[in-house]
């Protein structure tokens, strides 16, 4: 299993990212795929979560309204779309898949909310 994120950045309050994840190594369509950040000095913690199909999705309380998760099932890539960030989002994001009986992670990608 890998996970590749991209997309992160430098970024001024009420700016917009759009980040990525190319996954191989598994059927990529069965799987739920997850978005987590973790901010300096904090636990990680789940932003957003997507079904096999797309047809479910969760976020969290923090994000909802301004985090969009989406995927791709024909590229193998998940997406998340970042909106009105503050410097609370600060953080690295973090791809991953639970995938039979493992949490699989990327290296994550930085996002710096900053003017």
């Known amino acids: 299993v890998q996970l590749v994120e991209s997309g992160g950045g430098l970024v001024q309050p009420g700016g917009s990212l759009r980040l990525s994840c190319a996954a191989s190594?598994?059927?990529?369509?069965?799987?739920?795929m997850n978005w987590y950040r973790q901010a300096p000095g904090k636990e990680r913690e789940l932003v957003a979560a997507i079904t096999s199909a797309g047809g479910r999705i969760n976020y969290a309380d923090s994000v909802k309204g301004r985090f969009t998760i989406s995927r791709d099932n024909a590229k193998n890539t998940v997406y998340l779309q970042i909106n009105s960030l503050k410097p609370e989002d600060t953080a690295v994001y973090y791809c991953n898949v639970y995938y039979y009986g493992m949490d699989y992670w990327g290296k994550g990608t930085l996002v710096t909310v900053s003017s």
């Open positions: 190594g598994f059927i990529f369509s069965s799987y739920v």
